[in-house]
């Protein structure tokens, strides 16, 4: 055989899916993963196709066309330092080297530096789509130099998602942009997925059934609320457990595991200053979803009203409709300020309609509203929140009366909502022209002498107060 187009290390779940996307594209392909039987039996497992099983790493270097492609595909952290450990002496000064897990941003910018000194190319890229993505067509996220972005360019729209004739690949930026930008894409997973459980939750308390609500959720994914997750949410909803014939969710415990890109995206978010308070909501849910002994003991001593909502079926349908879309927009908002102010800090020149284009297809957030999203960015690349381009400006005046309803009502039930209300306190907050941070900066000019700015003098005029002395 000749020398293969591409190489690909780690042959789990997403490097087997990766390597047949690749394949299927007309590319030679080849494998290698740290237990051999695996590559023997994904190898034997695909008869006919263009792929090459090394046994060593050697092999493997030795079996791929220059410059060689090299693609990682194992387990965030030592894991990927430990191979490019092993590949920095077999491969030659050129070679380009891609780790496509979801590397936390800030190793991806120390690889980055580290193999760029010893001559190599390097691109930290974000995939998402999961098992079924990597088969059919990711996004995919690559950071890194944009003359190794031109190298790899054409297998990476070959293999990505396309939407419209457009593939869901872009260089994103230099360094550690691409991981950095699919560590918000899950942020803003999180956020999807506890707004779409908090709406299933209310559902629940009003007497929907699992069936109906995959008849509500598959009614929705026809509208414009169309998005994987609703998607399969429907699906879930329908699906049987085939022991006991009883609606599989409600057999599943609730009790919800988090593996820290939605962690990550929070100190992140922390130390730029940036307010993604549903995707904090999110990742907080999890935690006290994951609290259960606790919260099984709490239940029978806090008190509460009965978790009952008397709302008319289709009535609730079309509000909690509109309390989603609105918080899910809200979330969005939050995600796509954050990577505003990172690429700004960084000077990464991101360009947010590209972001939002290569979200349309391949990955798990994918929805109809993000070509609205992209077209926002498109119309102004320098809009300073997404809730300022005048159709969802719209949207979200349109929702806001059944946002609050919504929540009002779930709350007076004791339904926790925290990313419903978490999004609202957002719009709230940032629609709000006065807040009372006025008695705030008083409170800390009492104790701390930190001065205050005054309503009636200019900005940047700073005052204190010789506030009484309190005793005790
Ligand atoms: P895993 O994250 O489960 O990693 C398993 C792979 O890593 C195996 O090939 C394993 O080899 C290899 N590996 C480990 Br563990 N330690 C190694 C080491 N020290 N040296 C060499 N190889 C090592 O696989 P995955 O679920 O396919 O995910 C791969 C990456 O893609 C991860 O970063 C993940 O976060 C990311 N990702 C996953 C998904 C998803 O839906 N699963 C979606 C998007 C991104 P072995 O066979 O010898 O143990």
Not at 138 to 165: L, N, R, Y
């Amino acid at each position: 055989m000749s020398n293969s187009d591409f190489g690909l290390i780690g042959l789990a779940v997403m490097g087997q899916n990766l390597v047949l996307n690749v394949e299927s594209r007309g590319f030679q392909v080849s494998v290698y993963n740290r237990t051999t039987t695996v590559t023997d039996e994904f190898v034997a497992a695909h008869p006919g196709k263009k792929l090459v099983g090394a046994k060593s790493l050697e092999e493997f270097v030795q079996s791929l066309a220059s410059p060689r492609k090299v693609m990682i595909m194992v387990k965030a952290g030592g894991p990927v330092d430990a191979v490019i450990e092993s590949l920095i002496p077999l491969l030659d000064k050129g070679d380009i080297i891609i780790d496509g897990g979801n590397s936390l941003y800030t190793d991806t910018e120390r690889r980055d530096k580290w193999l760029g000194d010893l001559g190599f190319r390097f691109i930290g890229a974000g995939v998402s789509g999961g098992e079924e993505g990597a088969r059919k067509g990711p996004s995919i996220m690559p950071g890194g130099p944009a003359s190794t972005w031109d190298v790899m360019k054409p297998i990476f729209e070959s293999i990505s998602a396309k939407v419209d004739g457009e593939p869901c690949v872009t260089h994103i930026g230099p360094g550690g942009a691409g991981h950095y930008v699919k560590m918000i894409h899950n942020g803003i997973e999180y956020g999807d997925m506890q707004l779409i459980c908090e709406a299933y939750n209310i559902f629940k308390a009003a007497g929907f059934t699992p069936a109906e609500l995959g008849e509500v959720f598959t009614s929705w994914n026809d509208g414009d609320l169309e998005s994987y997750l609703i998607q399969i949410t429907a699906e879930i909803f329908k699906q049987k457990d085939p022991e006991t014939g009883a609606a599989l969710v409600d057999l599943i415990l609730d009790t919800a595991g988090q593996k820290g890109t939605g962690k990550w995206t929070l100190i992140n978010a922390v130390e730029n200053a940036v307010v993604i308070s549903t995707i904090n909501a999110a990742v907080e849910a999890r935690i006290l979803s994951s609290m259960k002994d606790q919260r099984v003991a709490a239940s029978t001593i806090l008190q509460g009203p009965k978790a009952i909502i008397s709302v008319e079926k289709q009535e609730l349908v079309k509000k909690v409709h509109d309390a989603l879309f609105a918080s899910k927009i809200i979330s969005y908002a939050q995600g796509l300020d954050l990577i505003a102010t990172m690429g700004a800090e960084k000077s990464w020149g991101l360009d947010l309609a590209k972001i939002a284009a290569i979200w349309r297809g391949g990955c798990i957030i994918r929805a109809r509203f993000l070509n609205d999203i992209t077209e926002a960015y498109r119309t102004d690349a320098t809009l300073s929140n997404l809730m300022l381009a005048p159709f969802f400006t719209n949207l979200l005046n349109g929702f806001q009366e059944n946002w609050r309803q919504v929540i009002a009502t779930a709350t007076l039930a004791g339904i926790p909502v925290p990313a419903f209300s978490a999004s609202l306190g957002y719009y709230d907050s940032y629609r709000s022209a006065v807040l009372p941070a006025n008695l705030l900066q008083a409170q800390r000019d009492f104790f701390g002498a930190h001065t205050y700015e005054r309503t009636d003098k200019p900005r940047g005029e700073m005052f204190h107060t010789d506030w009484p002395e309190v005793i005790g």
